[in-house]
C-alpha cells in the first residue's frame, strides 16, 4: 500500500473527472477452487485497489460525488476468524489507513444505493459481482451497463503511471528479469518444461513475489498461451518462456524469452530469431509521446515481412502484404498491451476504451489482437513483443483456401511447418522525450543468449 495522501489524492481527482453521481466499487470475494475453505489465492479488484488500497476481501465501497461522501462497506471479524487468521485491524483501522473515516456493515450498501439518483459502475469480470450487482441494483446478469463516464476517467488515470507506481512496476520488471534470466542458465537436454517453470516461480517466491500469470514455458512456441508443462526438451528444441512477477502492491512485469537448448541455436533457429529481434529493435525506436502505437505494430509487422522476402517465405512489397493482412500467417498477436496494475492493464474496463481511446478495433485476423493502438503518451506502460510463429493449422487452412497466394510462397513455407514459434519481450516506459526500458536487460539476441547459455 502507498501512503494515504496518494489515495485520497486519486480518489478526488476522480470525482472532478466524472463530475455527479454514486460511483460503485466492488471489490473481490474469497472463491472455492473444489470446496468453500479451500480456496484460489485471492486477488483484490485492481480498480478497488488503486482507489482504496485494501488488499482484503469482502468489501465494497461507494463515493457519492454529489454528497462528497467516500465509505467502505464490509464486516468486522468475528472471533470465529480471529482463531483461524490471527489478531488482524479492525475495518476502521484498515480504512483509516486510505483516508476513509466512513465505514458501515455490508448489508447497509443496499439501502444506500436505493437512496442514491445515478449509480456508476464498471463493467463486471466476475459471477460474484454479476450477482450482486442484481442484488443490489435488480439488474439482470448480462443486462449491465457500466457507466462510460467512469469508465473513461478510470482509464485515464490508470493508463498514465506515476512515479510511486513506475516505482512498484520496475521492481517487478527486475524479479521477472531474474526469473528468465535463471531459466536461460538452467535449461538442458533431458529436462522437462515443468523443471524449468519451477525455477522460474521459485525466483518469484524469493523475491516475496506471485506470479501476474500463469507461467508459459513449452517447446511448442508455436501455440501461443501454451501452459502445459509435460513436454521433454530435447537438443535442437526451443523454449518460449513467457512469464512475470507482481509485487505484494498488485503492479506486475511480464517479460517472454526464447532459448536453445542446446549451447546454441541452430541456423535455421537463427534466421528467424533474428527476424524477430530486428522487428522488436525497429518497434522499441518508435516509441515516444505522440506516435500511434498502431504505427508501430504496422512497422514492426512490416519488418517481419521482409525477413520472410529473405527466406523465400513471402513475395512483394512488405508494407502492402501487411495492409493485406497477410503477415498475420506469421504474427498473430498483437504488438503490445498496457501494463500496470494488472499484466493486461485494465483489460476488464475493455480494449476500446485502455488501448483504443474510445475507438474501434480492427476485425482483421492477426491486427484484431492488438489490444493497444492509441496514441503514445508519457506515463503509458507497455510491452513490446512481436513473434514469428509457424502454425501447421493456418498454414493448412490458408492454403486450402488459396489465400494470399500473391504474397505468401506455400511451397516454401511447407519447409518451416514443424519450427514452432519465437517470442521475446519487453516492458518499456513513455517518457516525455522517447521512451526507457523497466527492470533488468535480458538477453535479446542469439549472440546474447549463447554467451549466457
Request: glycine content about 10%.
Amino acid at each position: 500500500m502507498f501512503e494515504k495522501d496518494i489515495y485520497v489524492r486519486r480518489r478526488a481527482e476522480l470525482k472532478k473527472r466524472v463530475g455527479s453521481g454514486t460511483l460503485l466499487f466492488l471489490g473481490n470475494d474469497e472463491c472455492g477452487c473444489n470446496y468453500a475453505d479451500n480456496t484460489y489465492p485471492f486477488r483484490q479488484d485492481s480498480t478497488f485497489l488503486y482507489y482504496f488500497g485494501l488488499p482484503y476481501d469482502g468489501l465494497a465501497a461507494v463515493i457519492d460525488i454529489d454528497n462528497d461522501q467516500e465509505i467502505i462497506f464490509g464486516d468486522e471479524l468475528t472471533i470465529d476468524h480471529i482463531v483461524w487468521m490471527g489478531t488482524q485491524p479492525t475495518l476502521h483501522e484498515k480504512a483509516h489507513l486510505v483516508g476513509v473515516d466512513n465505514v458501515r456493515p455490508s448489508a447497509d450498501l443496499r439501502s444506500w444505493l436505493d437512496r442514491s439518483l445515478q449509480v456508476r459502475y464498471l463493467p463486471v469480470y466476475r459471477a460474484e459481482h454479476r450477482l450482486k450487482l442484481w442484488r443490489l441494483l435488480g439488474i439482470m446478469p448480462g443486462e449491465e451497463k457500466p457507466s462510460a463516464e467512469f469508465i473513461r476517467a478510470v482509464v485515464d488515470m490508470r493508463n498514465h503511471k506515476q512515479p510511486e507506481e513506475i516505482a512498484e512496476i520496475e521492481k517487478a520488471c527486475d524479479v521477472t528479469s531474474d526469473m528468465h534470466i535463471a531459466a536461460t542458465k538452467a535449461i538442458r537436454p533431458g529436462m522437462y518444461e515443468y523443471e524449468v517453470a519451477a525455477i522460474i516461480e521459485q525466483v518469484a517466491a524469493s523475491a516475496n513475489c506471485s506470479l501476474s500469470f500463469p507461467t508459459i514455458c513449452t517447446i511448442n512456441g508455436q501455440t501461443l498461451h501454451n501452459h502445459y508443462h509435460g513436454n521433454r526438451i530435447n537438443e535442437g528444441d526451443m523454449v518460449l518462456i513467457d512469464a512475470g512477477a507482481e509485487r505484494p502492491s498488485g503492479y506486475a512485469g511480464d517479460m517472454s524469452s526464447t532459448v536453445c537448448a542446446g549451447k546454441i541455436f541452430t541456423s535455421r533457429q537463427k534466421a528467424v530469431y533474428d527476424i524477430q529481434v530486428a522487428s522488436h529493435l525497429a518497434a522499441v525506436e518508435m516509441l515516444r509521446p505522440g506516435v500511434p502505437f498502431v504505427k508501430v505494430y504496422e512497422r514492426a509487422s512490416e519488418v517481419i515481412c521482409a525477413g520472410m522476402r529473405d527466406l523465400g517465405i513471402l513475395n512483394g512489397d512488405p508494407a502492402e502484404a501487411v495492409a493485406a493482412g497477410a503477415h498475420a500467417m506469421f504474427f498473430q498477436c498483437g504488438l503490445g498491451h498496457m501494463m500496470g496494475l494488472d499484466v493486461h492493464d485494465m483489460e476488464n474496463l475493455g480494449e476500446e476504451f485502455v488501448g483504443y481511446g474510445g475507438k474501434p478495433k480492427s476485425t482483421q485476423f492477426g491486427r484484431k489482437s492488438l489490444r493497444l493502438g492509441r496514441e503514445l503518451e508519457e506515463g503509458f506502460v507497455l510491452t513490446i513483443e512481436p513473434g514469428v510463429y509457424f502454425i501447421p493449422e493456418l498454414i493448412d487452412l490458408w492454403k486450402g483456401e488459396g489465400r494470399f497466394k500473391e504474397f505468401i510462397n506455400y511451397d516454401e513455407l511447407e519447409k518451416w511447418r514443424g519450427f514452432g514459434g519465437i517470442r521475446n519481450e519487453e516492458d518499456y516506459l513513455i517518457t516525455a522525450t522517447g521512451s526507457r526500458r523497466l527492470g533488468k536487460k535480458i538477453p535479446l539476441t542469439t549472440e546474447e543468449v549463447e554467451a549466457l547459455r
